[in-house]
């Protein structure tokens, strides 16, 4: 029978290999135990056995049907080597890909501590990259890719920028070397379809959609769903959306295709659609415009923590009176979105409002945003803003318990609900147009249908 086992002689492992051999086998065991010490080590990195010292020996059973004793004899090698060394040399020379999205205020001196680089490989980088284009231009929600080894040594780092761009480092001879250049990209169709549970983002990464399509998503459907109250268990949405990669890595993220979101039981469908002329923009497969004059919230995922009404107890004040408008709470210092394109009109500080942003919107709208901690740079009075431009960030200037934004919509000078006030839309399809629409839109729904129902199938 075959044996193995290891033993241990003067604090130095040895390998003790048992194996049955004839009297005329002696010689040709002999010859086989003599490995060198290089095959050893190459052996014990390779085997990465969790019971240090165990080493099994595979042999093929004699062809004679005779079962009877056989002679033992036992070869014992110094492998002049400790075993767990060994191990952690192997892995001391793995080599690992690592990724990290960009987030907004970030430096590349702090990405590449996130990436685990060694502080003396970090100086040496940003040595080297003193003059990148690149590094100017590390844009929220793109992904840098590094290439390094467990110990932090960086050995290459790549970042897609711009229109098309890569930007490229890699270690030669110990030193770090640029590159910065176009290239072309593949475009792949990715069809993900998930459900929720606890919240949108948390059923997108179940369903391995990247975080920039999920944001778009919220994007398309900004005036038909309410995020913050309208999301319900069960929801479902299904995404047909693009991605680009480059010699078979991702490279970047592309944009949302098609996508069906079933909010309480009912569908909402957007196909994205460019025009001759470049014009684009999301509809319905009808060709009706998504896009609304007003979004219906001026800030991402918060929560409503006073809506509109004719009578509410004031928590300063201590009385009761009309709150013309919703409060959204949110952390100090949360972005705050202009829910229209439009002109600022009045931008500084007034009474209760705090800090205080007016936009006039074309006819006869507009849109107050108070308590701001502070306002975007270059935020003036006469300054032209677009729908979802940063205006402003939460605070609790003015008349205010707490962090949160106060929001008006004002018609002819009167605040109104925003949430019964029926807003204009963009214009659909042009006729000249349709054709062309329609068949794209056949072939996008197509995708949606196919992804929707397999995915109803496997959960039933």
């Known amino acids: 029978m075959l044996d193995s086992r290891l ?6 492992y040895f390998i003790v290999l048992y194996t049955p051999i004839s009297s005329k086998q002696r010689i040709l065991a002999q010859k086989s135990s003599k490995l060198t010490k290089k095959s050893i080590r190459w052996l014990v990195a390779l085997s990465s056995i969790p019971l240090f010292g165990i080493v099994t020996a595979f042999g093929i059973a004699p062809k004679s049907p005779s079962f009877g004793e056989v002679p033992v004899e036992e070869i014992v090698l110094d492998l ?9 040399e192997a892995q001391s020379n ?14 590349i001196a702090a990405i590449l501590n996130r990436l685990d680089v060694s502080s003396q490989d970090s100086t040496y980088f940003l040595q080297a990259a003193r003059d990148s284009r690149a590094m100017r231009q590390l844009r929220p929600g793109k992904t840098v890719y590094a290439q390094t080894t467990a110990e932090g040594e960086l050995l290459s780092l790549r970042y897609f920028f ?7 480092m890699e270690k030669t001879d110990d030193e770090f070397k640029m590159t910065e250049r176009s290239i072309e990209l593949d475009a792949q169709i990715h069809m993900k379809s998930g459900v929720i549970n606890n919240s949108l983002f948390g059923a997108t990464d179940n369903a391995g959609i990247p975080n920039n399509i999920a944001l778009q998503l919220t994007e398309i459907f900004a005036s038909e769903i309410d995020f913050y109250r309208d999301l319900r268990q ?23 295709l098609a996508v069906e979101f079933v909010n309480k039981g009912k569908s909402h469908q957007a196909i994205y659609f460019k025009s001759y002329n470049g014009a684009d923009g999301y509809y319905t497969p009808e060709g009706d415009s998504l896009r609304k004059a007003f979004l219906l919230s001026p800030l991402a995922f918060t929560r409503v923590s006073s809506g509109f009404t004719n009578r509410r107890f004031h928590p300063i004040l201590k009385e009761w009176r009309a709150h013309r408008g919703i409060d959204y709470a949110a952390p100090t210092g949360t972005p705050v979105k202009a829910t229209a394109s439009g002109i600022v009109a009045f931008s500084g500080s007034q009474r209760g409002y705090g800090n205080l942003i007016v936009l006039k919107h074309n006819g006869k709208y ?3 945003y108070g308590h701001l901690s502070r306002f975007a740079t270059g935020l003036g009075k006469g300054k032209r803003v677009n729908q979802g431009d940063v205006i402003g960030y939460v605070g609790s200037t003015g008349m205010a318990t707490g962090p949160h934004l106060h929001y008006e919509l004002r018609v002819d000078g009167v605040q109104r609900d925003p949430t019964k006030v029926v807003l204009p839309t963009a214009p659909p399809i042009a006729k000249r147009d349709l054709n062309t629409f329609q068949k794209e839109t056949h072939a996008l729904l197509a995708r949606l249908n196919i992804m929707r129902n397999i995915h109803l199938a496997s959960i039933e």
């Open 162 to 168: 711009g229109n098309e761009e890569l930007f490229l």
């Open 7 to 12: 033993s241990c002689y003067d604090w130095r």
């Open 234 to 256: 069960g929801d479902r949405f299904t995404i047909v959306y693009e991605t680009f990669s480059n010699n078979g890595r991702r490279a970047k993220t592309g944009r949302v």
């Open 366 to 368: 507009e849109t107050a």
């Open 94 to 107: 793995q080599i690992f890909w690592r990724q990290e999205s960009i987030q907004r205020g970030d430096t």
């Open 80 to 88: 002049e080597l400790s075993i767990p060394d060994a191990l952690a």
